[in-house]
């Protein structure tokens, strides 16, 4: 006979029909205790009855060889009330041959009691098996509750850790989620990637993701994942759920679509979650879950999808927040710029080109993209000082006197003070102060040299000098751009730091010529125009004026 | 998954809910799972055993996750037994200590098992 536990749960039966079935653990359990009990010549089975008084017998199959036989003829007849007393107590009793202990029923056998049967012996021998055998019953009785105990703990802790796992795969994809958005993001293409993510977590089909509602070319509705709608169907899709989510503000649960105002894509999702994406009282958006795999969405799933959906509309949120913030100080940072320009008209369009240049030089030198962004905004802010500088010092035409030098020299200490208080641009403050510093320790204010100058600063000055050189002054004429990179080139390593000089001179020409003239250039008045021309040679100290 | 019938997973964690998810799923994708509760008893099972790979957490009594993973790369037979850190989240180990103990991966808590199990898989060169 197979040693299965199959074997004991198809032979729970003597009756007419069997209406019991043994749980696979206690058959598991019934069966190796069986196997050891056999070795000290004793057999374990369960009894139960059957209807009518009849008894339900299965002897465990390590032992029906020898005992089956017997204890189908034994059994015949036999009633069910004659051997059980009482359900609770472990009652001895002799059937033909053998002698029989019956224990109280197992807690998981469904009213089947264990049964310890031993070939009988009378007499005295008989006594002291009687008692034996009582004594044995009660450890085995003992055992197998002990056992199924724990079995069952051990299946629940099993049961638990499914569970737990699953709640660390929801917890860790809402750390994923709120440390993947960041305010510079796209926030619904970052839904649709983690949209791919909550897939897999939540076990669905497909998802899709709808964002900035009534937005001009973004409120489509995006679905991926296994789920192929027609364009027209998606639309409408995207439409009704828009209403209802409108309407009603919480999550909708849809486990049965054919029967619902969504019939009409019942041929491709069977079942739908969707919950609203809020602003305050507004809805910005929806995610939606389609088709949980082989079961219905619980509020389980509806609690994850709404807590994924809360983060991003506190995201959203601050995101809108953060762009009219960032808007307001760059708006008035642009005017201080403006300002500065209509006070000094010949510099017009400096500003810009010295923080295209400047950006250019640092992409060229491969520094990091975050700081390059920042160069470029320098570059706008690296002459806001020259509003604390009369006119007429930045107007004059000509030569500046030693005290009119000194007065445009505060520029970039009054640059300095300005923005020091602006904590969106306090970080360009040293490159503001330092962009007059020369590598050699001759510039000013404070006379650093090399990388003593910070390096926002050395690319300022590169830039500034180069877009000054190539531009009218009110005393010269703009120099030709290949003129201006001789100069570079020339002062590389006096004025300019050589590391950067190199990057600046790997730069196309034309690629420079582009962008100094993509800046407008303000028209200089006929009366402004320099007289005449300065030569190359004496142009290395127009740098140094031209502030 | 026959192919990972044979391989032998050792998890190092005090807490035993960790212990416990952890090695559902990595026995459900036919792991064989040993668990050690502190430092100490995973370095003596890691010698004992030689599992093909250590998942360790930082935190633990006795040894911690790096010194048990620094030990093992002390050991004839066992230095070449990847190893997979668990941390908590926002606790910045240093660099260098983890690339010197000789730890290839880093997860931190709370992570998802399913990404482990992809880890796991990574680390053993199993397809997923």
Sequence with gaps: MADHPDNFASKASYGTDSKTELDADLCRELEQTARQLRTAGAWLGVIGNAGNDQIEIDWRSAVVDLINQQADDEFKGVRWSSIVTTERLFTTCQLGLLRLVVMPPLERSSGMHPVLAAPLQHETAGVHQERDMLVLAGLVHARLVESLRNVALSAEVESLSMQLGNSYEEVSLIYHLSGGMTVNQQPKRYLQDLCLEVMQVANVRGMGVMLQLGAPGDDSFEISGDIKLPGHIVARLGLDITRVLREKQVAMVINQIRTSEFEYVSPFVTRMLAVPVMRQDLLLGAIVSFDKIGDEFSTADSKLLLSIANQTGVFLENAGLFSDLNSLVMGLLHSLTSAVDAKDAYTCGHSQRVALLARQIAVQAQLPASFCERVYMAGLLHDVGKIGVPETVLQKPGKLTAEEFEQMKDHVEIGAKILRDVKQVEDLVPGVRHHHERFDGRGYPDRLSGVQIPLLARLLCLADCFDAMTSNRTYRKALPIEVARMEIQRCSGTQFDPELADSFLAIPVEVIRDTITSVGEMPIPETLRAPAAISAETSNIVPLLAA | ?128
Aim: charged residues 25%.
């Design chain 2, 1 to 128: 998954m026959s192919d990972t019938a044979q391989k032998t997973v050792l998890i190092a964690d005090d807490e035993s809910h960790i212990l416990n998810v952890v090695s559902l799923k990595l026995k459900n994708a036919g792991f064989r799972v040993l668990c050690a509760r502190d430092g100490n008893e995973a370095l003596e099972m890691a010698l004992a055993e030689k599992p093909d790979l250590l998942i360790t957490d930082y935190h633990m009594p006795g040894l911690n996750g790096l010194e048990v993973a620094s030990r093992l790369r002390q050991s004839e037979t066992c230095r070449n037994i990847p190893a997979i850190l668990l941390s908590a989240r926002g606790y910045n180990l240093n660099e260098a200590d983890v690339r010197e103990s000789g730890i290839r991966m880093q997860i931190s808590k709370p992570f998802s098992p399913r990404n482990l199990l992809g880890l796991v898989n990574e680390a053993l060169g199993i397809a997923a």
